[in-house]
């Protein structure tokens, strides 16, 4: 029994790579995927092998980053695909840069947008990392009808 199953571990293993799914590809015109590839500009404040921090090029805060996977899932909503160390490493990060720029103990707020009605408007999973000063208390109250 215990060869029988050694036998099919090894076997998983030499195979595994030619059974998995290939990862989707990203859009040509994500904007995201292109700083992550270093060929569209940022303003860099953090990189390891999964994630990208920068700033944000319309901040709504003094301190106002972006924090992506450098692989691309479009949302939150996707987040299953990333692997797991991705994932912890969007976290750690948020974490990292909040502590960098000084907001880490003053106060920080971590907000990511996933889909149309939400606010999303790149396509490509991302945190924003926002403080600095007094933040407003209720983020989410809807604009009044028109």
């Known amino acids: 029994m215990r ?8 076997f998983a293993l030499a195979t595994g790579p030619t059974l998995r799914a290939e990862a989707p590809k990203a859009p040509a015109d ?13 303003r860099k404040v953090y ?24 692989q691309h899932v479009a949302s ?16 750690s990060a948020c974490v990292r840069v909040a ?9 920080f707020r971590v907000i990511a947008n996933s889909g149309q009605d939400a606010g999303q408007s790149v396509f490509h999973l991302h945190f924003h990392v926002v403080g600095g000063e007094k933040l407003r208390e209720d983020a989410i109250t809807r604009d009044p009808a028109k």
């Not at 939150?76 to 976290?91: F, I, S, V, W």
């Open 76 to 91: 939150l909503k996707e987040l299953d695909e990333l692997p797991a160390e991705a994932r912890a490493a969007l976290l």
């Open 99 to 107: 502590r960098e720029e000084g907001i880490l103990d003053s106060g």
């Open 3 to 10: 060869r029988a199953l050694a036998l099919l571990a090894a």
């Open 30 to 42: 994500c904007i995201f995927c292109r700083i992550a590839a270093g060929t569209a500009p940022s």
């Open 47 to 70: 990189e390891d092998p999964y994630v990208l921090a920068f700033w944000d090029i319309r901040p709504r805060a003094k301190v106002h980053l972006l924090v992506i996977p450098k």
